[in-house]
């Protein structure tokens, strides 16, 4: 029977109510599944995802960043938390804080993200407003390496879906959110197995995942 790598030892950081780390969660509790969650940490003591992630056995650290002077005192208790956890990688889960360069380039390849579009397409917020705006047929998410400017930073994995002519934000930011919690895990399933890895500013998957097809929209 072949022995189970370690897995690696996983951070999730929220400032809400943090429904992708209930999906990494969930992901994590497979036997064969590369990464362990160690630490959920918010900067809001009222995220409606502590309460989650405690009812379902999770370690929770709250660090109020009004509680702290600097940008940067905030993500040195931030930091202290993470080495005292043994963290080894970070997946931003709706965390709302911009980090410093130095804290982005100490976590450089080891910290992750999520956003809900199809970057580099409608970085920032109101993505939803904007796509529907810009009339495009075809939305999604997509799943980063996190770097220095906001929402940019190596590709790891995307998930499209159609944006129909009925669609409002709403509407199309729940279709949206459906493969966030899809697509999530599987991106934190390559970094943490090593399949995913940076190579300058592009990902290489070191093996084919499946062959999910092809999306048209409208469909054909």
Not at 48 to 53: D, F, I, S, Y
Not at 60 to 87: C, M, N, P, W, Y
Not at 100 to 124: C, Q, Y
Request: aromatic fraction near 4%; charge should be positive; include cysteine.
């Amino acid at each position: 029977m072949r022995a189970m790598t370690t897995k690696k030892r996983t951070a999730i950081l929220i400032s809400g109510r943090g429904s992708n780390m209930q999906a990494l969660a969930a992901a994590a509790c497979a036997a064969d599944y590369p990464a362990k969650i160690v630490l959920v940490v918010s900067n809001r003591p009222d995220a409606a995802g502590l309460q989650w992630a405690k009812a379902n056995g999770l370690a929770t650290l709250v660090i109020d960043h009004k509680a702290h002077a600097s940008r940067s005192a905030f993500e040195g208790a931030l930091q202290q938390a993470l080495d005292a956890a043994k963290v080894e990688l970070i997946a931003l889960a709706g965390f709302m804080r911009l980090m410093t360069p130095a804290f982005v380039e100490h976590w450089r390849d080891r910290m992750i993200n999520i956003h809900p579009s199809l970057l580099p397409s409608f970085k920032g917020l109101h993505t939803h407003e904007r796509a529907l705006e810009a009339g495009v047929r075809i939305a999604g998410c997509t799943v980063h390496f996190v770097r220095t400017e906001t929402d940019t930073g190596p590709i790891i994995a995307q998930a499209a879906v159609p944006v129909l002519s009925s669609d409002t934000a709403t509407t199309l930011a729940a279709r949206v959110l459906e493969a966030e919690h899809r697509i999530y895990p599987i991106a934190l399933m390559l970094v943490a197995s090593g399949r995913a890895r940076c190579e300058g500013e592009k990902v290489i998957i070191s093996e084919r995942v499946t062959d999910l097809g092809s999306l048209f929209s409208p469909g054909v």
